[in-house]
């Protein structure tokens, strides 16, 4: 999982420069090494994303056969009738992505700057339960938030599954089969995905200019606030990227954990469009709302992150 | 006078007692008691699916506890088609793997070692994959397949694991290939190693770990992989797709088996190769 401290954001490929024998060689080199990847991303990613665009606006159906009609009302209706399934996901993913924020950045923390010798030992443990099936460890948590499980009674007895249930986030005092519950996998699932572009920014941090923070009179929370926080912001860039947007795909969290219609998310609908109710082109429709939306917001966040804070 | 001297002599370290106290010590150490609490929010779940492997569950599904049993450890492949799909997941996992650390670490080498028209456009296009919602890409090659009339199973799968997996060996290699230190090649060929002879005994050894953590890592999201396969498998059923059935109809303690197995084994590994770079760097 090391690969995910080093993505890159969109838009950003400056890698080394290339050596300088390398320029001397032949300059159909680079396209031969290219060619295999790149001809099988070409068919496999580019292509079937065409497909799935031109999918989006036929009519038809799987028995009689699909036609290209150009039916952009295969948009509006699929909105019309999802938008909520939309918007909870994207509110879930978001709330799962700041949660996982908060519970990585002190994790991140500590093994970049607490943990000494045994900094090894805690990523190994923060990448160790991949190997276990994620269909496994999201059906744990069936075990862990059982409805008389210790975790669920404690927080009945401290009045937090009252408070929760009046913002809406839990019901019948239970939090299996609640927004909760799918707000808990979701955060599980991909705080690893938070946590390794965290501290790979955190690790190359100087700890010299923290403390020369503190020589300066900065009070402790001042450092982390004008000094540390904001050069890890590519690390909470990164990290939050490779959590909202697996996140908002997701449908197995809403599926396992929550109760569907009711905690149905947008990945749930593409799902079942496509390999139950065989509506190829609404559920096309859907898909590519999904990707247009998150390619959105991703640039956005991205060019604020890199120019207002960043530099 | 001499009275308050004296007083503030032996009273001085009086206000530090009460810092070095309870709350003191939660506030010195309050991010990493927060860092080992998530540990365990991440952990919680293994020692779950680990725990539950030993239970005798009542009826179908294993979700509490009932009584200890080994039954499951004995015969992993008592439930009908589960191990037929471990198999199907390791074999698609391995040869997914294999091509796409070819294909990948080509792509890797173009870009890190040669300047070209595009370079740009193909790191967007290696990044995209890794940017885009599993469900939209698992749905976007059913629709391809369905659309051109390819017959869904095996290969299908295979295509999809490949198509997904190069872009994180592209990275994890480009990542290696970055931190090299350009002078030991250039070392290589001021004695006189030609250019080929310096790639296999300098530069492909050098990149060799990281080729090695792409597979792992490859491997590990190919064998897991869920969304994809579930959209491009026609009929054929990856442990996961087992697992997810087994969801719906009832979960045997055996299928706990398979995951802490998995779970052990990768520790194992990890601790065992950490031991023995620690013993060699020691000899």
Known sequence: ?311 | MATPTVDTVTTAPAPRIPRRGPVRWLRDNIVAIAGILAVVYLLLPNVVVTVLSFNDPVGRFNFSWNEFSLDAWANPCAVAGMCASLGLSLQIGLLSTVAALVLGTLVAFALSRHRFRGRGSTNLLVFFPMATPEVVMGSSLLALFVNFRFPLGFGTILIAHIMFLVSYVVVTVKARLAGLDPRLEQAAMDLYANERTTFWRITFPLVLPGIAAAGLLAFALSFDDFIITNFNAGSEVTFPMFVWGAAQRGVPPQVNVIGALMFLLALLVVFGSEVARRRRARG
């Not at chain 1, 190994?124 to 075990?143: C, D, G, H, M, N």
């Open chain 1, 1 to 311: 999982m090391s690969a995910l401290a080093h993505v890159p954001p969109p838009g950003t490929g400056a890698g080394p420069r290339p050596a300088p024998a390398a320029r001397a060689r032949g300059r159909w080199v680079p396209y031969l090494l290219l060619a295999p990847g790149l001809v099988w991303l070409a068919l496999f990613f580019i292509l079937p994303t065409i497909t799935l665009f031109s999918t989006s606006l036929q009519t038809g159906s799987l028995a009689a056969g699909y036609e290209q009609t150009f039916e952009f009302s295969n948009y509006t209706s699929a909105w019309s009738e999802y938008w909520p399934q939309l918007v909870r996901s994207f509110g879930y993913a978001g709330i799962a992505t700041v949660a996982a924020l908060a519970i990585a950045y002190p994790l991140a923390y500590t093994i970049a700057f607490k943990a000494g010798k045994y900094r090894n030992v805690m990523l190994v443990l923060v990448i160790a339960p991949f190997y276990t099936s994620f269909l496994l460890r999201t059906l744990a948590w069936k075990t862990i938030l059982a409805d008389n499980g210790i975790i669920v009674e404690t927080m009945e007895r401290l009045g937090i599954l009252q408070v929760l249930s009046y913002v809406g986030l839990t019901a019948d005092d239970r939090v299996l089969a609640t927004p909760l519950a799918v707000i808990t996998g979701l955060t599980y699932n991909f705080l690893p995905f938070m946590t390794l572009p965290l501290y790979a920014s955190l690790e190359r941090l100087d700890p010299r200019l923290v403390e020369a923070a503190g020589d300066l009179y900065a009070s402790p929370i001042t450092a982390f606030r004008k000094v540390t926080f904001p050069l890890s912001l590519p690390g909470v860039v990164a990290g939050t990227l490779l959590t909202f947007i697996p996140a908002a795909g997701d449908y197995i969290n809403a599926q396992l954990l929550g109760s569907l219609p009711a905690t149905a998310m947008i990945g749930n609908v593409i799902d079942a469009l496509f390999l139950r109710v065989l509506d190829y082109p609404r559920a096309a429709a859907l898909s590519v709302t999904l990707m247009v939306v998150i390619v959105v917001m991703v640039a956005t966040y991205v060019r604020r992150a890199g120019t207002e804070e960043l530099v």
